[in-house]
């Protein structure tokens, strides 16, 4: 029987050739200083063209919103070039990408970002775990609480970001809700402590959404949400309640596909799923790569529509088709994972064979 990750997926505006998405995985090779793609974005992207999705890495729609070193943002002329020449390369070769929107909030650390104070909902600091900076690991700092006037300005931000993402040739745009970032420090309990209206905890996810859905259409656009992921430091005391009012305010929407991160103890895929009538993505975040097993049984008991794999991806650009064929996967090289200060990017990035190179070299 062909496994169900293998059988095409239509709804709306997505025409999906199998059901095997490329999860967003942040890499950490774009030029520091201007925020474009690095110069092997493109031909690593087009390598994973299979996917039934591409979701890029997270993109920032602010300088504020960017979470460590050589991360790309959407925001200039030039960025937007740059993305242009990657979702060029991945269309010539047969793909559909999406990218990520992400505005890291307090989850960053001033040398990340020219040496300003992370802004976020309300300015609680992240006590127990450091932050990524080419300086080595650091200590968070407090965040600075952003105004009404300020939160208004990064929904407007990230409307802009979608607007540059179809210009630069994306087929949609994917709101990164998830992990700890912005969107759910809004969403969280203990880093919402505001009086503003932003202070309903789904207000700030809702109306990114929707601003985003007005400015390129509804049917382009994803949400990623964790439910009760404590990554981060976030508490949700109950993120069933939560999540299904956010859902019930964005499903008339129309949106292109719910995407949902499993991590933690409230079982999110299982509990939303009833709640979404649209498209679902299901991810699991564990120490493990998720495996072909846990997707094809996620599908098969009708719990999601598309599964997104991240590692397996990551060192396997053409992971549909060693799920057709049965071939063996490659192994992650984890220390090449991230890029570096210096050297070769292209390490660890396009250099993972695809099984059709393995048969010229034979
Ligand atoms: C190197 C790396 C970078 C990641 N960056 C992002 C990101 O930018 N945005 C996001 O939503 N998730 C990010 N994630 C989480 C993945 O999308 C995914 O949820 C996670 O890897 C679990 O899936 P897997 O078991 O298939 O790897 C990242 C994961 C990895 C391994």
């Known amino acids: 029987m062909t496994s169900p990750l293998l059988q095409p997926y239509e709804s709306g505006a997505l025409r999906l050739p199998n059901r095997v998405a490329m999860a967003p995985m942040t890499r950490n090779r774009a030029d520091d200083a201007t925020g474009v793609p690095g110069p092997h974005a493109a031909e690593y992207y087009a390598q994973r063209a299979g996917a039934g999705l591409i979701i890029t890495e997270g993109i920032w729609p602010d300088p504020l919103g960017k979470g460590g070193p050589r991360i790309p943002g959407l925001v200039?002329?030039?960025?937007?070039?740059?993305?242009?020449?990657?979702?060029?390369?991945?269309?010539?070769?047969?793909?559909?990408?999406?990218?990520?929107?992400?505005h890291v909030g307090r989850m960053t650390h001033p040398r990340n970002i020219g040496g300003a104070t992370?802004?976020?909902?309300?300015?609680?600091?992240?006590?127990?775990?450091?932050?990524?900076?080419?300086?080595?690991?650091?200590?968070?700092?407090?965040?600075?609480?952003?105004?009404?006037?300020?939160?208004?300005?990064?929904?407007?931000?990230?409307?802009?970001?979608?607007?540059?993402?179809?210009?630069?040739?994306?087929?949609?745009?994917?709101?990164?809700?998830?992990?700890?970032?912005?969107?759910?420090?809004?969403?969280?309990?203990?880093?919402?402590?505001?009086?503003?209206?932003?202070?309903?905890?789904?207000?700030?996810?809702?109306?990114?959404?929707?601003?985003?859905?007005?400015?390129?259409?509804?049917?382009?656009?994803?949400?990623?949400?964790?439910?009760?992921?404590?990554?981060?430091?976030?508490?949700?005391?109950?993120?069933?309640?939560?999540?299904?009012?956010?859902?019930?305010?964005?499903?008339?929407?129309?949106?292109?596909y719910l995407h949902v991160l499993e991590r933690g103890e409230y079982g999110a895929i299982a509990g939303l799923r009833p709640h979404w009538p649209g498209t679902l993505i299901a991810n699991y975040n564990g120490t493990a790569p998720s495996s072909r097993e846990a997707a094809e049984e996620v599908l098969a008991k009708g719990l999601a529509d598309v599964f997104s794999f991240g590692r397996l991806f990551i060192a396997n650009p053409d992971l549909p088709a060693r799920f057709a064929?049965?071939?063996?996967?490659?192994?992650l090289r984890e220390e090449v994972v991230y890029g570096f200060p210096e050297g070769d990017h292209a390490v660890g990035y396009v250099d993972y064979p695809a099984l059709a190179d393995l048969r010229v070299t034979r």
């Open 325 to 331: 064929t049965g071939a063996p996967l490659n192994e």
């Open 76 to 102: 200039t002329e030039e960025q937007v070039a740059g993305w242009r020449a990657v979702t060029d390369a991945v269309h010539a070769a047969g793909g559909r990408i999406y990218a990520q929107l992400w």
């Open 118 to 256: 992370p802004v976020a909902p309300s300015p609680v600091r992240i006590e127990h775990e450091r932050i990524f900076t080419d300086d080595g690991m650091a200590e968070h700092v407090t965040p600075r609480e952003l105004t009404t006037a300020e939160a208004e300005g990064i929904v407007a931000a990230f409307a802009a970001e979608a607007r540059n993402a179809i210009r630069a040739g994306f087929d949609g745009v994917e709101l990164h809700g998830g992990n700890g970032y912005l969107i759910h420090q809004f969403l969280a309990d203990n880093t919402n402590r505001r009086t503003d209206r932003f202070g309903e905890r789904i207000r700030f996810a809702a109306e990114a959404v929707q601003a985003v859905a007005a400015a390129v259409g509804a049917e382009r656009v994803g949400l990623r949400v964790s439910p009760g992921n404590p990554e981060n430091e976030l508490v949700e005391h109950d993120p069933q309640g939560t999540y299904q009012a956010l859902l019930a305010e964005l499903a008339p929407l129309g949106l292109a």
